[in-house]
């Protein structure tokens, strides 16, 4: 079983930045894949952001594009989710998730964090 655990959530204003960190417990075949997704309250959980294993491929939601940046560091088995221009509509719980595939939707991914609270004041 793998497990994931973010940090680094937090209280900031507006047009501020966080840095968002997931540590995964090991590597698999069914894990090698990171993304980030959200979910803010009475909404439905959101893809914010993925990466592959290798890190060359990274995608985005639209709503983020430009201000969040997703890194991994294989070595250390973590992934980053650097987020700038923090916007009150930023507002969620942010889960990291592990899946085999590079995907956007959540069901995609096998493996899931606990959460992490992120809320941008205006």
Known sequence: QVQLVESGGGLVQA??????????SKH?????????FRQAPGKEREFVATIN????????ADAVKGRFT?????????????????KPEDTA???????????TTAPEYNFWGQGTQVTVSS
């Open 53 to 60: 294993w290798t890190g060359t491929n990274t995608f985005y």
């Open 28 to 36: 698999t075949f069914s894990s090698n894949v990171m993304g980030w």
């Open 70 to 86: 997703i890194s991994r560091d294989n070595a250390k088995n973590t992934v980053n989710l650097q987020m700038n221009n923090l």
């Open 93 to 103: 719980v942010y889960y990291c998730a592990a899946g085999s595939y590079v995907a």
């Open 15 to 24: 047009g501020g930045s966080l840095t968002l960190s997931c540590a995964k």
